[in-house]
């Protein structure tokens, strides 16, 4: 493209420069519908599609129709996340955990956040793919949806872009508005306390700047991204407008200076002192004397379901949306290979922290949580392939189809996982004894005794393999299961005579030596047999990792009962429970009160 100021002799002496998509350039200028400098521009009746390439807008009516069944969509998904998040956050103040769908739903909406940023990568993608895009920020990135407004508006590339700035600053104000509205009318017409309706109020507002934050990122940062052209510097966004001039800075100091200190560090930063706060004053733990229920209900959404030492992750999770949109923005100038190796750095990055600390309490989220990175890395690697070997401004048909494929496999396996998992999870949560089952555990309950193939899952609910995993543990469960090692006492350790005594041999262990147990015989041991010896208890051995059990009256040990043994159950203390861990394989007892765990019931004090 021949830049035009450096005919008058400005500049760096460059005469012309090379276009950002560059088969639109010609000897005349640009190949309509794109124009201005660079052809980054594009003609009234054309917006930009994926890697910078202007499309035609749909014919007229047809493009208001389209803007107000997608802003339709994206309303419809924002109030059932909103109503979602605010039900599962009061599921707390009940049960002490948000139910186990909200928290997958919570990381679907992370993946598909993430998955819909490829927009912002100058990527050619197939036309499959780019549906898919669509679909994914429809469904995750409401905000993106308010600022599709390029086709119903004649105005200036700047004035487009000020007022899509407007729109994404005000859109929570505007919505936390109607959401305050709607709660003050509950409250006039009694259908609840104000006290409460504040609470929800403000659980409602977390879920809402959640869910806006990719967008408010993306949206400030892009008031940064300017490009050289000629020596000159432009906004990318309006290669008309020359950057940090008068126009371009009372945008600034207009939108994206407020955007910025509010929402893109504000709300995170804001969020992770709160959250170590009520952490550090036990207001988030249900059995601490300083638990603040309204604290549990306000900021339910964004702490429930990660153990207690990591409460403030989300924050975490929101700085890694944050780098992920500015990173791509501030990057575009430097070439899509820089933006997308530095995606896959922050998502690698991210996966090793989820990998290594494991935040979630339940192994299956953290699962979720992995397999979402793992997908987000593949999907932005398989794109940056596939444009390798572009030839001009379009993929080969063999790229083409075989991204798409990709793209698609990976996505449906991620989902696959995230609906099975989920569907399982509640199935089996427990419910209260006086708490009806919710509609959405019934229906889960129903698909998976239809579709137990496909979920690879027994919904029997009278077989033993059910009611073990049922009582599945948690990955704090898991822990604590790790810290209880039954170890001898050597104070209580007695010597004995090992002369005259008949040694039963007992299976071997990992390295093929034996295992016995002494069964004394000569007049130094018992002497007279002992009646009823047919009364047995369990056992668990630390040394070998295993139950076995004994004789209630002779001390004889076995890793089965005889035949004709008869097992004495163990009389526990109150608040005491046997159960079974399905990571261990075996059984344990835990104190329901204060959470400890023990292998063995000689070691609960009170238990016969």
């Known amino acids: 493209w021949r830049v035009p100021w450096n005919a008058l002799g400005k500049g760096d002496g460059q005469w012309g420069q090379r276009c950002i998509v560059e088969e639109v350039c010609n000897a005349t200028g640009c190949a309509p519908p794109h124009a201005g400098p660079l052809c980054g521009m594009c003609e009234k009746g054309a917006r930009h599609g994926t890697g910078r390439e202007c499309v ?38 009940e049960t002490g955990v948000l139910p186990f769908h909200t928290l997958a739903l919570r990381t679907l ?19 499959a793919v780019e549906g898919l895009i669509a679909v994914e920020t429809v469904a995750s990135s409401a905000g993106d949806t308010m600022v599709g407004i390029d086709c119903v508006t004649s105005a200036s590339p700047m004035d487009v872009f000020v007022a899509k700035q407007v729109i994404v600053c005000l859109a929570p104000i505007v919505l936390l508005c109607a959401l305050a509205l709607f709660h003050a009318v509950r409250v006039l017409v009694g259908w609840v306390k104000k006290p409460v309706a ?68 504000g709300f995170p930063a804001a969020l992770f002192v709160v959250l170590l706060r009520l952490k550090k004053r036990g207001a988030l733990k249900k059995d601490d004397p300083k638990y603040d229920g309204r604290s549990v209900l306000r900021f339910g959404f964004l702490f ?22 500015a990173m791509a923005v501030f990057l575009a100038n430097s070439g899509t290979t820089v933006q997308v190796v530095v995606a896959v750095l922050i998502l690698l990055i991210c996966l090793f922290l989820q990998m290594k600390y494991e935040p979630l309490e339940h192994d299956w989220h953290d699962l ?56 399982i999870g509640m199935a089996m949560s427990k419910k209260g004894e006086k708490e009806k ?90 002497g007279a047999s002992t009646p009823n010896r047919n009364r047995w208890k369990r056992r668990y051995s630390q040394e070998d990792d295993d139950e076995y059990f004994e004789n209630v009256n002779d001390g004889e040990v076995s890793w089965a009962i005889p035949e004709g043994g008869v097992l004495q159950d163990d009389v526990l203390p109150e608040g005491w429970k046997r159960s079974y861990s399905a990571e261990d394989k075996k059984y344990y007892y835990e104190n329901e009160e204060d959470g400890r765990t023990v292998w063995d019931a000689d070691e609960i004090d009170g238990a016969v």
């Open 368 to 423: 979720m949580e992995e397999r979402s990175l793992m997908s987000s890395n593949l999907i932005l690697i398989s794109c940056l392939l596939a444009n390798a070997g572009r030839k001009g401004n379009d993929l080969t048909l063999t790229a083409s189809v075989s991204l798409s494929l990709f793209v698609f496999v990976i996505t449906l396996l991620f989902l696959w996982t995230t609906v099975r998992l989920t569907l």
């Open 304 to 325: 429930a379901g990660y153990e207690d030492e990591f409460v403030h992750w989300e924050s975490i999770v929101l700085a890694r949306k944050a780098s992920l949109s």
């Open 56 to 93: 035609p807008c749909p014919e007229d009516g047809a493009k208001e129709l389209q803007m107000v069944g997608i802003l339709l969509l994206a309303s419809v998904a924002l109030a059932y996340l909103i109503y979602d998040g605010v039900v599962g956050a009061g599921k707390i103040k």
């Open 437 to 526: 089952e919710s509609c959405g555990v019934t229906m889960a309950r129903k698909c998976l005794r239809r579709l137990q193939c496909c979920c690879f899952v027994v919904m029997n609910e009278d077989t033993e393999e059910s009611k073990r995993a049922s009582l599945a543990l948690t990955g704090r469960g898991r822990r604590r299961m790790g810290r209880p090692r039954p170890v001898a006492d050597p104070g209580n350790m007695e010597m004995i005579e090992l002369r005259d005594t008949d040694w039963t041999p007992m299976p071997g262990d990992s390295d093929g030596q034996q295992r016995g147990a002494a069964t004394a015989t000569a007049a130094s041991s018992t």
């Open 198 to 265: 504040v609470d929800q109020f403000v659980a409602g507002a977390m879920v809402v700047l959640n869910l806006l934050y990719p967008t408010l990122v993306k949206r400030n940062a892009r008031m940064f991204s300017c490009r050289s052209i000629g020596g000159r510097s432009f906004l990318d966004e309006a290669l008309d407008v020359e950057c940090w001039k008068s126009e371009h800075t009372v945008a600034y100091l207009a939108t994206a200076l407020p955007g910025v200190a509010i929402y893109v560090v």
């Open 109 to 127: 909406i992370s993946y598909l956040q993430v998955a819909s940023m490829i927009q912002l990568y100058e990527l050619k993608l197939p036309a």
